[in-house]
């Protein structure tokens, strides 16, 4: 006979009727019941009036948060050739594997646009542009 623990809902052979949690959930403390109360927005948990909240300082991006967020601005609206690209982060002082790294965290496509050879060249895209048979 099989019983579902109550805690994390896996199946288990009781030791006992009485049984209502896994061998992993039998040792662990019980859970606490915590008792939820209406949230006013313009008090504190004391009731005196919420002060305003100072500004939160800038926190410096990382070199790859920067590529990233430079990448998000260049390909918004719309494919750019991939040698534009890399001339433009090379002005903006971001580095080709940094800018390959921003590239992969944000999913950016490389399509061939044209022919073949000189006739053709590369783009890149954000995911969410282009075809619609793609998915991901």
């Known amino acids: 006979m099989r019983n579902r623990c109550v805690r994390c809902g896996d199946e288990f052979v009781p ?13 662990l403390p019980p859970r606490p019941t915590v008792q939820a109360r209406p949230v006013d927005k313009d008090q504190d948990a004391q009731g005196h009036p919420r002060t305003p909240d100072p500004p939160i300082p800038a926190v410096p991006l990382g070199r790859r948060e920067s590529a990233v967020v430079w990448l998000v ?27 390959k790294r921003g590239k992969r965290t944000l999913g950016v496509r490389s399509e061939r646009q044209g022919g073949l050879g000189a006739a053709g060249h590369w783009t890149w895209r954000l995911p969410e542009q ?7």
């Open 15 to 27: 030791w006992r009727p009485s049984d209502e949690h896994c061998d992993t959930c039998r040792w």
């Open 130 to 136: 282009g075809h619609a048979e793609e998915t991901q």
């Open 73 to 99: 601005g260049l390909l918004a609206d719309g494919p750019v050739a991939s040698s534009e690209v890399a001339r433009l982060a090379k002005n903006a002082n971001i580095a080709e594997k940094t800018l």
